[in-house]
């Protein structure tokens, strides 16, 4: 009987083999260089014969005067870029599903995807005239509504403000494609069963829609959890400034500019491996109150 | 044993860059004292020098990087006797560190004044130095102080865009009786280094001097090794940033004077003459030689930095220019994010008396620990 | 039919309206970018261009273009996007079959699944990347731009969410009727998971056409690099304290905003062009109709 069950999934089995391989070599062999987060990597010395430093790197790392502060800031501008960068996408994907327009509907869906494709080295450039005090649009029409000019970018309470908004603008057209596509798979009967039931638009959403999408929601939920301290160096490094460093100044910042005086490897190493684990916890905890909860699977 | 690459220290010393149409413009007299220059950055911002009825104009660039080749505040503070992240001799002939002196308390103070009267950009504490550029090429900036090379990049575009723009290069201009000391960083950044045990460690010397033929020297055939086709294929020479022409950029300025004087070019190095040729063309009416002649010719970058800091002996070299101390490579980073924010904060408008509590913040967070080092080893190489 | 309601079709009017400005506010900034790319090198320096080109030029277009190193670039991106695309999707979706399974239906599945998303979240950096990979012998090869990333893993467990929702009743059918797991994949599967296939497609191809790093850092001679990692290389490098007398000579003569923006351009020219015709496969209702007998 085992057998007959082994040779039934063997199929599946081999189908997994390739990825396996793959991702044995290319993933899991470079994962075996995090043991450089407990040397003190020099590289000439080499992976193999630079000295072990134990834990030193990560009591270096945490006794740097504004880690914690650092910390904060990662933390803030990571769960506001998670959440906001949920929300904006299923919105605009429900709002897209009700135009009735498809011509309409393509051009919007293939619009919203652009600002992908621009650079922050640019977007830089463009924000600082955008929410420039004197010149920006944005304060322009601020001051349409009688509110004072306000220093986007050099203030530190907006300064995180700018990055979520500025980076959910960039990306949440990636998002919106994934949910238009899980849209596309519920089943039309149960719409129609309802506005022969006498349910209104809003109530077909909360009711069909939504539920269509949940799980497709949950699992970008869960995956983005795992970006919780990656608040976006290539954004940041191109939007700060020495003005906003108490709340714009993150980990990957500051390990960036410590890296400047001497290839600090094993530092970076470090604080990478800490980023890992903290992901991996808050994945696996997802994980298992999806599936003790709701008896659902996330993946 | 390791050799560190052939430095030019002039190469960054700051100078002051003014719109001299502007001054013409305005009926101002040209920089001599940092009084002038105050002047001058205060009419620059205030009495409309571009003529066109609006208050959009500024006297003084800056950067939220605050030194650097372009813009660079570092020549400012120069005028004041004070020196940003460079370690210098006080009076017992310690060594010292630039930034936490008084000097520049009273420098810091002046940048704020400027500031609140509008002559620096509200906005220069976001902006780097490509955005502050574009002002500048735009038009809306009269003065910055800056390296050489500052008229090839920026100010040729603003030449390129305004055909009345004019600009002269000056010494930094001094807030008192001293005359004002530019200061130079010789940047070692990389070393060349040979592995010990290897076969022939005499190789690289010989490479070096293959560079110096094939590029240089007077056999030298800069169409295969220098540049080709407008390609600088000399930079991905095994040995680029090795080595630099035999004395100096200033030595190369002189020779191309002396050529545009006596007419002949014939006996330049084909570098110098390269400059010769593009110099005659400007002289022509092509201004889009413009910077290449404020660099290298008469009354330019070089002329400035060889009358007045070489000749007059006013460069005020970094002290310090060994390897990075331990102290440096754990704590560098976190003081300089300490200096930049706290300057910053104070052109911007904080009280001057911060300025006491980032010495003393300084100091514990490892400035003192490192000024021991270099110390130490100051001592070492007497 | 039911007839729209007055705020029926006021909400239509609003929502098309919010939606063309959403749209909009994201086309502008590239509508700028190209405005920039045509415009005269002074004007854009002076930060002079908004909408519309100033002194109108192709002489950005031109340089890159003209070299002898774009089209070899572009073919080889060509090149990397076609086999890169290729195995990433025939990957894809083979380990998207099984992981989707129950346990019960296929032992080690969950063991399987975290083997690969650890993965996502785990990395050991750039340096033991490099070395892997060099090891493997690939430095220099197409095949380094193409295996390290084979497996996305973030496109897997799109995919297997996406083969989970189907229904149960199909699997079960084809079972009876005698057909295999691969059968029932390739022949099931797959046609009705269109939708997703699209944009797992879209994904891929986009990030094999921009991708530059592994470009630079993995082929050892410029006649080997994609396009992106091609047009890195001709946009100067401007760290102003580290500049040196010949770039800044260099930089007087070319400016590098109309360069970038020419670049950026390029870039997403052709996505621009793929994406609307990929859009013909977000198709509703395919589902349905085959379990209705």
Known sequence: MRFARTRRQLPLHLMVLPSAALVLIFSYGPIMGLYIAFQKFSVVKGMFHSPWNGLDNFDYMFSLPDIWQVIRNTLLIACLKIVAGLAVPIVVALLLNELGNRIFKRWIQTLIYLPHFLSWIILGGVLIDVLSPTSGIVNQLLGAFGIEPIFFLGSVRWFPAVLVVSDVWKEFGFSTIVYLAALTGINPALYEAAVIDGASRWKQTLNITLPGMLPVIVLLATLSLGNVLNAGFDQIFNLYSPQVYESGDVIDTLVYRLGLEQAQYSLATAVGLLKSAVSVVLISASYALAYRLANYRIF | MAIPPAEDYLGGAPLLWVRTDWLQKLNLPEPKTMDDFLKIADAFANQDPDGNGKKDTYGLAASKDVIGGYPDLSGFMNGYHAYMNVWIKDASGQLVNGSIQPEMKTALGKLQELYKAGAIDKEFGVKDGGKVAEMQTAGKIGMNFGAMWNPLWPLQDNVNADKNAEWGAFPIPSADGTPASAQANADFNSFWVVKKGAAHPEAIVKLFNLYNEKIAGPNAEPQTYHTVDGMEVFKYALMANGFGTPQGLLSVHKNVVAALKSGDGASLLPEEKGYFDKIKAFQGGDRANWGTNKVFGEGGSWAVIGQNYVDGGLLTKNAYYGPPTPGMTEKKAILDKLVLETFTKIILGSPLSEFDKFVSDWNKLGGEQITKEVNDWYASQS | ?293
């Open chain 3, 1 to 293: 039919m039911m007839r729209t309601s007055l705020s029926g079709r006021l909400f239509n009017g609003f929502n098309a309206v919010v939606l063309a400005l959403l749209a909009l506010l994201c086309l502008l900034p590239l509508v700028q970018v190209l405005a920039v790319s045509l415009s005269s090198s002074t004007a854009a320096s002076a930060g002079a261009v908004k909408l519309w080109p100033v002194d109108l030029t192709f002489e950005s277009y031109k340089f890159v273009l003209g070299k002898p190193e774009f089209p070899r670039a572009f073919w080889i991106s060509l090149e990397r996007v076609l086999l890169g695309a290729t195995i990433n999707m025939l990957l894809t979706i083979t380990l998207a079959y099984p992981l989707s399974k129950e346990p019960a239906a296929f032992k080690g599945r969950t063991a399987y699944v975290w083997f690969f998303v650890l993965t996502m979240l785990v990395g050991g950096g750039l340096i033991p990347w490099y070395l892997v990979i060099k090891a493997a012998g690939l430095l220099g090869s197409i095949w380094a731009l193409v295996l390290p990333g084979a497996v996305n893993v973030f496109n897997v467990v799109l995919l297997l969410n996406f083969f989970r929702g189907l229904p149960r009743e199909l699997e079960e059918a084809a079972f009876v009727d005698g057909a295999g797991h691969w059968t029932i994949l390739w022949k099931l599967f797959v046609p009705l998971s269109m939708p997703a296939l699209a944009t797992l497609i879209l994904f891929t191809v986009v990030g094999h056409w921009n991708s530059w790093f592994d470009g630079l850092i993995l082929m050892n001679t410029p006649e080997k690099y994609p396009l992106q990692s091609y047009l890195q290389t001709v946009v100067i490098n401007r760290d102003l304290s580290l500049i040196t007398m010949a770039d800044a000579a260099t930089l007087s003569q070319v400016s590098d905003r109309t360069l970038k923006g020419a670049q950026i351009f390029l870039a997403a020219l052709p996505i621009i062009c793929v994406y609307p015709f990929l859009q013909r496969f977000f198709i509703k209702g395919v589902v349905v109709g085959s379990v209705k007998g």
